[in-house]
């Protein structure tokens, strides 16, 4: 089954970046979530490096690492195609972005193997485990314009990504996303050194849907 848009899933992307109607909502039940792998992710001194490190945290499900890498003000902005199907569903979404607990919450829940809801209120199976097939970037990475209204004034960059991912359900279902997304990352201060973080998503609507 293709999602419209990750988020993430967000990614799900993810990402995402979240998919076509985040199917595990901000709202649902779930609990802390599984630690994943057992290895250090490297050092985030550069944007690249975060990305790297973003995509093992999906394939290992490693929530302490996914929330340690999200900046105080991270946002995943959700698309009017994400809007309007949750809107029609029945389940309107209270606004057109997630914040940092949100995405938190959300990954805990999928990371946990909990259970989740789509726009019609319909459940959705638990996820056991998530395929990357890539997270390519596609152009250099760029500061954010002032202009931008959710990114604006925090000296960020910013660039797009062509995503391809699997969410996999133990009936051997499983959920695709294919999707150019925007990802956001920002350098803070960490004893003296520079260490990136993301600061969010924003997706673009499928070319094919």
């Known amino acids: 089954m293709k999602l419209r848009n990750f988020l993430f899933l967000v990614m799900a992307l993810a990402l995402l970046v979240g998919p076509a109607g985040c199917i595990f909502s901000p ?10 792998g057992n290895t250090a992710l490297p050092y985030p001194s550069n944007p690249d490096i975060l990305m790297q490190n973003f995509e093992r945290i999906y394939t290992e499900m490693r929530i302490d690492d996914f929330r340690n890498m999200l900046h105080t ?10 809007l309007l199907e949750w809107e029609q569903g029945g389940n309107p979404l209270a606004a057109e972005v997630f914040y940092r607990d949100d995405e938190i919450n959300i990954h805990e829940n999928m990371f946990s193997g909990n259970t989740g809801l789509d726009a019609v209120g319909q459940t959705i199976p638990p996820i056991d485990s998530i ?7 596609q152009n250099p990475w760029e500061p954010i314009p002032e202009s931008d209204e959710h990114f604006g004034g ?14 996999n359900n133990p009936d051997q279902h499983r959920y695709e996303v294919r999707q150019d997304v925007e990802f956001y990352v920002v350098a803070v201060d960490d004893g003296g050194k520079s260490k ?4 969010g998503q924003r997706g673009h609507e499928p070319a094919n849907p």
């Open 154 to 167: 925090l000296n960020g960059y910013y660039t797009t990504f062509n995503v391809l991912l699997y969410f």
């Open 131 to 137: 395929q990357v097939d890539y997270i390519n970037r």
């Open 196 to 199: 990136w973080l993301l600061l």
């Open 27 to 36: 709202d649902d039940d779930g609990g802390g979530g599984g630690g994943g």
């Open 73 to 82: 003000e991270y946002k995943t902005v959700l698309l009017p195609s994400t």
